[in-house]
């Protein structure tokens, strides 16, 4: 069968929005920017440009996590041969103090598995404020048709 030659391998991609939003706050320009503004204007005046800071970082870290996942998944699945997201979990089920924010499953060909392994090391050292988790293999359950 074409399920002989293939490992199913899980991916889990978890985040701490704090942690996210303060990599965002370092390096992004207009955000650097806004928050001189704050520290300019008096209390009142300040309340407004509070509240546009608070939208543009939660826009800006809810991008860059979708960029992430994306990349993520798109890459990981160039080395397999099928690939499929699951249902993301809530923490009450993970038991993890952070969010989860991609749930896949990838079935890779034995001898693709050394190629998965190596994108996958690439991809946690490029988003290392992201925890990463891989298992397997299991048997390629997820990609069986009935």
């Known amino acids: 069968t074409k399920f002989s030659s293939r490992q ?28 001189q503004e704050i520290l300019l204007k008096s209390k009142g005046a300040s309340f407004f440009v509070e509240k546009k ?3 543009i970082l939660v826009s800006k870290t809810e991008g860059k996590t979708n ?7 798109e890459t990981l699945g160039q080395q397999a041969e099928e ?8 923490r009450q089920l993970t038991g993890k103090g952070t969010d989860m924010i991609l749930n896949a499953v990838f079935s890779v060909k034995k001898d693709r598995i050394n190629d998965f392994m190596e994108a996958f090391k690439k991809l946690n050292e490029k988003f ?8 397997g293999p299991w048997p390629p359950y997820n990609f069986v048709k009935f």
């Open 128 to 135: 290392k404020y992201y925890e990463c988790d891989l298992t």
């Open 8 to 35: 199913e391998w899980g991916v889990k991609i978890y985040t701490d929005t704090n942690i996210a939003r303060q990599e965002i706050r370092k390096t992004d320009d207009e955000i650097k920017k806004l928050e």
């Open 67 to 73: 960029q992430a996942i994306a990349e993520i998944f």
């Open 53 to 55: 800071l608070e939208d």
């Open 83 to 90: 690939k499929t997201e699951k249902r993301v979990l809530g």
